[in-house]
């Protein structure tokens, strides 16, 4: 069984990582080569991400802000996750009105143990998983011959196209809210470091210019 501990990415700016992070182990099996590329490729990046996310939002600015990019990254992994769900009744109800055989077998299944860092990085690992049973849907309708060679690579290649793109999208995101939070960490230090100064001058002990003495004649 392969353990997979959390990895920050290289690509993506993060505050703190020294910080000692709470995590859950998740065990998965992943059966296609598909999910097993879509994780290898976008677990760790996206992971990191929504990590990221969770540490640095309420930081950034008020609580609407945060809640607004936090119903932002919501809405796209719940839009993901329902649409491979969709297609995978679809392809369900294709396989039965063909009397396909729906349970196959993978002769090189992972099962996987992965750090979870942030609860939305559970939820990007439920899509990856509910991939795998979309692929698997798709290899049964393949070996059955109801769909070609073609349409099976596109639709293979479409949806792991897609799963990537929103783990792009939540990197992406991730990297604006670090950035902006750096800034304004920075902004509030060179703030303090000026209000100090003020402070320590005004503080100051005020030494009086001697008078210079005026010759009588």
């Keep these: 069984m392969a353990q997979r501990q959390y990895t920050p990415s290289a690509h993506i700016p993060t505050i703190r990582q020294s910080n000692s992070r709470p ?11 598909h999910a097993q590329q879509i994780f290898e490729r976008g677990f760790d990046m996206c992971a990191n991400a929504l990590f990221s996310l969770t540490v640095v939002l309420r930081f950034i600015g008020t609580e609407d802000q945060a809640q607004g990019v936090e119903a932002m990254v919501d809405d796209l992994l719940d839009k993901t996750l329902d649409e491979i769900r969709q297609e995978s009744i679809r392809l369900q109800e294709l396989s039965e009105a063909n009397g396909c055989e729906t349970t196959i077998g993978y002769t090189n299944a992972r ?4 750090q979870i860092t942030s609860p939305r990085s559970i939820r990007f690992l439920a899509i990856i998983r509910e991939f795998d049973s979309l ?8 070996l059955a011959c109801v769909i070609d060679d073609t349409n099976y690579a596109l639709g293979a290649y479409q949806w792991k196209r897609k799963i990537l793109r929103l783990a792009g999208q939540i990197r992406n995101i991730a990297t604006r809210a670090v950035l902006a939070a750096r800034k304004k960490e920075s902004t509030e ?4 470091a000026k209000e100090s100064a003020v ?12 008078a210079i003495p005026i010759s009588v004649v």
């Design 189 to 192: 230090i060179a703030t303090e």
């Design 199 to 210: 402070v320590n001058e005004m503080a100051a002990p005020v030494t009086e210019t001697p």
């Design 111 to 114: 099962t996987i143990e992965i």
């Design 135 to 142: 692929i698997a849907r798709m290899d049964a309708l393949w």
């Design 23 to 33: 995590f859950i182990t998740q065990k998965a099996v992943l059966n296609s080569l």
